[in-house]
T-cell receptor
Framework: QKEVEQNSGPLSVPEGAIASLNCTYS??????FFWYRQYSGKSPELIMS????GDKEDGRFTAQLNKASQYVSLLIRDSQPSDSATYLC????????????????FGKGTHLIIQP | EAGVVQSPRYKIIEKKQPVAFWCNPI?????LYWYRQNLGQGPELLIR????????DSQLPKDRFSAERLKGVDSTLKIQPAELGDSAVYLC???????????????FGPGTRLTVL
């Protein structure tokens, strides 16, 4: 059973601070990693994808990947109240074998609260 | 670019009744997925299509669930008969087939919230 683990929270962060969200995965050969944001009653929205070790930045968001430690993280700089949501870590388990992408394996999500 | 379209958005049925969900993926996306999301959990894959072929249905409860994607575009997921435990949000997602080890982002529709009474 391929697993993705996240701390369910809630994680409370003051407005303007850096929010740090963490995720570990069990399948060592996984190649593709994603962070989704999900507001209450809404569907998951893709905010970051990362495929190589290191950091990937997009605006206020930075995804970090360490395949040796099987660890993915998401940093949100200058946190805003509108960032309050559940953040889902998702992994495509296994090595890429061609064609379309396999289904995602999700963690349970971390509930983030940005305090004004 | 239009996103993934799903209907209906909400459905309330009695147990043992049939129900169907419809999905129209993003134009040009060959890969289509159905997921189920229970409260407080991440989505779980039910079935994946490459064009009209179901290439991964290992998690689909085949005794009561069925799906089709006849022309490789729209897809329908059906439950017959529905049980109380089927209450969940049913999400459709699509992804382009780029033939690379990256670029496999999946985009979700708004979902159908099913309540079985």
């Amino acid at each position: 059973q391929k697993e993705v683990e996240q701390n369910s929270g809630p994680l409370s962060v003051p407005e303007g601070a850096i929010a740090s969200l963490n995720c570990t995965y069990s399948d060592r050969v996984s190649q593709s990693f994603f962070w989704y944001r999900q507001y209450s009653g809404k569907s998951p929205e893709l905010i970051m994808s990362i495929y190589s070790n290191g950091d990937k930045e997009d605006g206020r968001f930075t995804a970090q990947l360490n395949k040796a430690s099987q660890y993915v993280s998401l940093l949100i700089r200058d946190s805003q109240p509108s960032d309050s949501a559940t953040y889902l870590c998702a992994v495509i388990p296994g090595a890429y074998s061609g064609g379309g992408a396999d289904g995602l394996t999700f963690g349970k999500g971390t509930h983030l609260i940005i305090q004004p | 670019e239009a996103g993934v379209v799903q209907s209906p958005r909400y459905k309330i049925i009695e147990k043992k009744q049939p129900v169907a969900f419809w999905c129209n993926p993003i134009s040009g996306h060959n890969t289509l997925y159905w997921y189920r999301q229970n409260l407080g959990q991440g989505p779980e894959l039910l079935i994946r299509y490459e064009n009209e072929e179901a290439v991964d249905d290992s998690q689909l409860p085949k005794d009561r669930f069925s799906a089709e994607r006849l022309k490789g575009v729209d897809s329908t997921l059906k439950i017959q008969p529905a049980e109380l435990g089927d209450s969940a949000v049913y999400l459709c997602a699509s992804s382009p087939t780029k033939g690379l080890a990256g670029g496999h982002e999946q985009f979700f529709g708004p979902g159908t919230r099913l309540t079985v009474l």
